[in-house]
C-alpha cells in the first residue's frame, strides 16, 4: 500500500475546481503538506496507508475559505466605534483610537486573535492591510497561517514610518525581502486610498511594486464621499487616478469598489483587476451595495472579505457568503443573481486569483496545497441537507467548522485546536480592553 500523512474521509468533498461539482463518498489524501490524490473512498482505503485517518462522516470537506482583505489587528479595536458612518468612524473613532493604541505589541496580539477567530472559521488564509507588517508577518508563521501581507503607503506620519520614503524603504526591508520565497507568506503594497497618497508617491509606488513583482491593494471607490472629495480637490474620481499611475493591471486589487460607472467596470475588466468585495463592513458602515452581478458579468473577479473586525464585526466568511448573494439577488432584482456555487466560488478560489495564489489555494485539486476546511452538516440549523452548497451557503454557521488544514497541518481537529494557547489569547485581549476602556475613549 501507499502511505499518505493524512487521509480524510468526509461525507461529501466540494472541489470547486468544476463549478456545482459534489462528490460523495470520496476521499482526499495528503503528503508533504499537499493535496496527493482525490478519489472514492473505497479505492483510497485499499490504496494508502496513512499515519492519521480523519474519518468525519456528518461532514462536507470544501477548500479552506480566503479572506481577500481584513485588518487583522483591528480584532482589539472590535465595537469601539459603532453605528458611525464610515468618514465619522475614521475621523472620531478609530484614527484617534489607532494614534493612542497601535503599536508593535498590539499588533501581535491583535492579529493572534484576529487568526483564531479565522481558523476557527474555516479561513486558512487572509489579506491584511496594516501598520507593523513585519510583525503581522511573524504572528502567521508562527501560528502557521497563510497570509499575504499588505504593507501600508501613506503620506502621513504614524507610529511606523514618518512619510511616504520611510514606508516604501520599512516595507522593503522588512517584508518583501525576507518574505520574497516564503512558503507561508506573500507580500503586497497596500497605499491607503488615492486621498491618502500623492501622485509622486504613486509613481514611486508602481516602479518598485514592478521591481519587486509584489502586488498592489487599495481602498477604491469605497464611498460616494470619496469620489466627490477627489473630483473637488484634483478634478478626477480615484479610478482616473490609478490609471495615470499605471497602476490599473492583473496585479490590482480594488478593495470595496462600491461606487462604479459602467466605464470603469469595462475597464477594470479588461485589465484583469480583481475585486474584493465587503458586503458586511459596507452595510454597517451605510457605504452602498457593490453590483458584484454587473461585475462579474462584465468579467471582473470577485472575492469575498470580511475587512477588519472595527467595522464588520465579525471575521466569519460564511457570513459574507450569505450576505453578497442575498445583497446580489436584491440589487439586481433577480433570485438567481449569484448563485450559492458562485458565492462559495467567491470565498474560494476567486480569492485565490485576487492574491495570485491560484495555483497554489483555493480548490481541492492533486498537486496544490492541502489548505481545507470540513464542515459539520448535522447541526439543527443546517438539516435535511438536499443540497450541501446551499447549506453552505445559506444555513452553515462558522461554529459549525470540524476541522482545518493549512498546507496539511491540522490546525483544527474536531473544533479543538491543536497548536494555538487560546487561553494566552483571551487573557492579552483582555488586558488590552482594560487598557483602552479606562481610558474613557470609547464611543
Not at 477627489?230 to 480615484?238: A, I
Not at 438567481?336 to 495555483?359: C, F, K
Amino acid at each position: 500500500m501507499q502511505h499518505c500523512d493524512t487521509l480524510i474521509l468526509p461525507r461529501w468533498c466540494v472541489p470547486i475546481a468544476h463549478t456545482g461539482e459534489v462528490l460523495e463518498h470520496h476521499a482526499v489524501a495528503i503528503s508533504d503538506g499537499r493535496i496527493t490524490a482525490v478519489l472514492p473512498a473505497a479505492q483510497a482505503q485499499a490504496r494508502f496507508q496513512p499515519s492519521v485517518l480523519v474519518e468525519r462522516p456528518a461532514h462536507v470537506l470544501i477548500p479552506g475559505l480566503i479572506n481577500a482583505h481584513t485588518h487583522a489587528a483591528m480584532t482589539l479595536f472590535r465595537g469601539l466605534a459603532d453605528d458611525l458612518p464610515l468618514e465619522a468612524w475614521l475621523h472620531e473613532g478609530i484614527w484617534p483610537a489607532e494614534r493612542r493604541w497601535v503599536s508593535a505589541e498590539m499588533v501581535r496580539d491583535g492579529t493572534e486573535l484576529a487568526i483564531a477567530e479565522m481558523l476557527r472559521g474555516g479561513i486558512t488564509c487572509f489579506s491584511d492591510q496594516y501598520f507593523y507588517p513585519e510583525i503581522v508577518a511573524e504572528a502567521a508563521v508562527d501560528m502557521h497561517m497563510r497570509a499575504t501581507v499588505a504593507t501600508p503607503v501613506v503620506e502621513f506620519a504614524t507610529g511606523w514610518a514618518r512619510d511616504a520614503n520611510e514606508y516604501f524603504q520599512k516595507a522593503t526591508d522588512l517584508v518583501h525581502d525576507p518574505y520574497a520565497d516564503h512558503p507561508l507568506v506573500t507580500t503586497a503594497f497596500a497605499p491607503h486610498s488615492t486621498f491618502a497618497m500623492s501622485d509622486e508617491s504613486f509613481a514611486a509606488l508602481r516602479v518598485l511594486a514592478d521591481q519587486l513583482d509584489v502586488r498592489v491593494q487599495i481602498h477604491l471607490h469605497e464611498t460616494a464621499a470619496e469620489i466627490e472629495i477627489s473630483l473637488r480637490d484634483t478634478g478626477k474620481r480615484p479610478f482616473e487616478r490609478l490609471i495615470d499611475a499605471g497602476l490599473v493591471n492583473r496585479s490590482l486589487l480594488a478593495v470595496h469598489a462600491v461606487h462604479m460607472i459602467e466605464e470603469e467596470i469595462a475597464h477594470f475588466a479588461d485589465a484583469g483587476v480583481s475585486i474584493a468585495h465587503c458586503p458586511n463592513s459596507n452595510l454597517k458602515l451605510a457605504s452602498g451595495i457593490a453590483d458584484i452581478t454587473r461585475y462579474r458579468e462584465a468579467g471582473l473577479n470577485v472575492a469575498l472579505g470580511t475587512d477588519g473586525a472595527a467595522s464588520n464585526n465579525l471575521l466569519d466568511l460564511f457570513s459574507e457568503m450569505r450576505t453578497a448573494a442575498l445583497l446580489a439577488k436584491a440589487k439586481a432584482n433577480d433570485a438567481s443573481a449569484i448563485t450559492a456555487s458562485e458565492a462559495l466560488h467567491m470565498a474560494t478560489l476567486s480569492g485565490a486569483e485576487a492574491l495570485g495564489l491560484e495555483r497554489s489555494i483555493g480548490s481541492i485539486e492533486t498537486g496544490k496545497l492541502a489548505d481545507l476546511a470540513c464542515v459539520d452538516l448535522s447541526s439543527l440549523n443546517s438539516q435535511p441537507v438536499y443540497d450541501v452548497v446551499s447549506q453552505i451557503v445559506y444555513a452553515v454557521r462558522a461554529n459549525q467548522v470540524a476541522d482545518v488544514w493549512v498546507g496539511g497541518r491540522h490546525q483544527l481537529d474536531n473544533g479543538e485546536f491543536t497548536h494555538i494557547d487560546t487561553d494566552g489569547v483571551f487573557a492579552r485581549c483582555n488586558e488590552w480592553r482594560e487598557r483602552i476602556a479606562t481610558t474613557g475613549e470609547i464611543l
